[in-house]
């Protein structure tokens, strides 16, 4: 399916973020399929993506993705959304606390807060920046999808940060770059190898 001219929604399962999270999915019981689990919709305000639980979708804002990048971390972003939700049973609807910790782990993990997108948003900093960027858009993403005020959006955020920031699963690392994402993923099928052998 295409976005746009550009844009291929068939290449983000060549996107080494992707890929380790689909073969973490799988790994979990939850396969994902391209036709049954992600749909280009058009959607209000500028949301790029979403993950619905209940239908175990994920939802790309094909008016609102202009590059091929972007779309490639959205699904990034929205495929933890989904692995959170295979392996830890989220309540995403009565507990603002899983949705945080989601939040955070899918600001963290996903390529959101990279120096690089940082600097193309204008905003950047030196120490401690990630982790200001992650705690920020978490809040931002917990806002933008239930009617809760602000202040209880950052009470959850900070409540669950530490844990959630340094849950670093499927990844077992903070892929920073395409490159980390490459080697996260090696290390990943490579996991089941050196346990057999123990």
């Not at 994902?32 to 239908?55: I, K, L, P, Q």
């Not at 204008?122 to 990630?130: D, I, Q, T, V, Y």
Request: proline share 2%; with cysteine.
């Amino acid at each position: 399916k295409l976005l746009s001219r550009e844009i291929d929604c068939s290449n983000v399962f060549l996107d080494p973020y992707a890929r380790l999270l689909l073969e973490a999915l799988k790994q979990s019981g939850c396969t994902v399929f391209n036709d049954r689990h992600f749909s280009c919709e058009n959607c209000d305000g500028c949301v790029s993506g979403g993950f619905d639980a209940a239908t175990s979708q994920i939802v790309l804002c094909q008016n609102n993705i202009r590059q091929q990048s972007h779309m490639n971390r959205v699904v990034t972003h929205e495929l933890i959304h989904a692995f959170d939700h295979c392996r830890a049973h989220v309540d995403w609807f009565k507990n603002v606390k899983h949705l945080a910790c989601s939040e955070i782990r899918a600001a963290n993990l996903s390529g959101d807060c990279t120096l690089m997108n940082e600097i193309a948003r204008f905003k950047f900093g030196l120490k401690g920046h990630h982790q200001t960027c992650v705690r920020d858009r978490a809040i931002r993403s917990i806002l933008a999808v239930r009617k809760v005020s602000k202040e209880t959006a950052e009470k959850a955020v900070d409540e669950v940060f530490d844990a959630c920031f340094n849950d670093l699963e499927p990844f077992g690392r903070i892929p920073h770059s395409k490159a980390d994402a490459k080697r996260a993923y090696r290390d990943f099928q490579n996991r089941d190898r050196y346990t057999a052998n123990l």
